[in-house]
């Protein structure tokens, strides 16, 4: 596992992929912290990711929190 700063530098990375099934990964793996830095994380996909389902998923991860 790894500590909340390296995860951190990851899923930044990981958040801005093409692809929508990484980026996915990236939002369950952020929501897995109990962090307000990886809620941040998941609150601007909520907020502003293109697909609406990972919006969704993003913001079901924030309310389960």
Do not use: Y
């Not at 801005?16 to 941040?40: E, I, T, Y």
């Amino acid at each position: 596992n790894l500590d909340e700063p390296d995860a951190a530098a990851l899923v930044d990375d990981l958040l801005g992929d093409d692809d929508l099934g990484v980026r996915k990964q990236a939002v369950r793996s952020a929501s897995a912290f109990d962090s307000a830095s990886m809620a941040d994380r998941v609150r601007r996909v909520a907020e502003g990711d293109p697909e609406e389902a990972l919006r969704d998923i993003a913001a079901d991860a924030l309310r389960q929190g």
